[in-house]
């Protein structure tokens, strides 16, 4: 039996995590392979596009290519934070990766204590890293993830900084397979209406059963893969990630920031842009009223009551001064 979440151990909980992944793809396979043999054999696909060449030449397509979108998004990398020689890193410009300090003419004796607080918040125990801002350790996979968005248990992967364009492919993928699913099981409903000869309900039900859930399984997976679909859109455009969506309030650099504030947005148009492109995405853009005429960067201030506890990779406004 196994243990409760809290009382796993690291190594527990990766290899929980890799046996349920086994089971989520199995059940990917069994589904889709159902999806497409039954309405073969039942002869649903050959009468739906017996005049529409070119509409089984892209369902095909499309088939091929949600399945080719599942197995690299399996084999991908969410961008892991690889481990980095501690000397150098505080030699940058006494600097933490991922821009979140910076000094300019802060003296010595305070830039010393800032860069030993800012090092104890963002070293990450397990992974023996110092993690970059909006970087997270992801408990399944047993790494720091940069640009953490999320763990997909469906595909066994994390979501995050290298990966998060494929995996809004395969939404995009998945929802229309979803939608033509669909379509081919209702038309082999219509079609046992115009072929069985008795009409009795015994007959229709006995043929129509398994179109019937392949509709509703298929509609399940067009809520799921739509609606995430939908969300991951809206994200992209604000530039957020669904763990500090989700874990805003939680989350150190961004629970104290106004419910309106999305420090690292440039706009709709931009934050797609830069999705699109894979440029960079964690630029603090946010400046405080009372620092309007300061620079928009963020560097960290000691305070010596701050929790140390607090989550790993996260650094809190509370110790931001905008310089």
């Not at 059940?27 to 309405?39: D, E, N, S």
């Not at 960079?280 to 960290?300: I, K, L, M, Q």
Request: aromatic residues 12%.
């Amino acid at each position: 039996m196994a243990r409760r979440k809290a009382d796993r151990t690291p190594a527990e909980t990766i290899a929980l995590a890799k046996q349920s992944v086994c089971y989520t793809r199995l059940w990917w396979l069994g589904f889709h392979v159902v999806a497409y043999a039954y309405p073969i054999y039942a002869g649903a696909w050959r009468q739906y596009f017996r005049d529409w060449t070119t509409g089984l030449v892209l369902c095909i397509a499309l088939g091929v290519m949600n399945a080719v979108c599942y197995v690299v998004l399996q084999r991908s990398s969410p961008g892991f934070v690889l481990p980095q020689e501690e000397d150098k890193r505080l030699e940058d410009d006494y600097g933490v990766d991922g821009g979140v300090f910076h000094h300019d003419d802060t003296s010595d004796s305070l830039l010393d204590v800032e860069v030993a607080h800012v090092d104890r918040r963002h070293y990450c125990a397990h992974c023996h890293v110092h993690q970059p801002l909006r970087a997270k350790h992801c408990n399944d996979c047993g790494r720091c993830v940069e640009q953490y968005d999320h763990h997909c248990v469906c595909a066994g992967v994390c979501v995050g900084r290298d990966n998060h364009r494929l995996f809004v492919l395969y939404m995009l993928t998945q929802s229309l397979e979803a939608i033509w699913g669909m379509g081919i099981a209702s038309f082999g409903m219509r079609m046992n209406d115009e072929t069985d000869d008795d009409n009795s309900l015994e007959q229709w039900l006995r043929d129509s059963i398994p179109f019937m859930l392949l509709v509703v399984f298929g509609f399940l997976v067009f809520l799921i893969a739509f609606g995430l679909l939908c969300y991951h859109v809206y994200l992209i455009s604000t530039n957020q990630s669904s763990w500090e969506h989700a874990k805003r309030s939680k989350i150190t650099y961004l629970k104290d920031l106004p419910p309106d504030v999305l420090p690292f947005s440039q706009g709709s148009l931009m934050n797609t842009w830069l999705f699109l492109r894979g440029r960079p995405r964690n630029v603090w853009t946010y400046v405080a009223e009372e620092h309007a005429e300061a620079s928009s960067f963020p560097s960290t201030f000691v305070e010596e009551s701050a929790d140390a506890a607090s989550i790993a990779g996260d650094l809190s406004p509370m110790e931001i001064v905008l310089k």
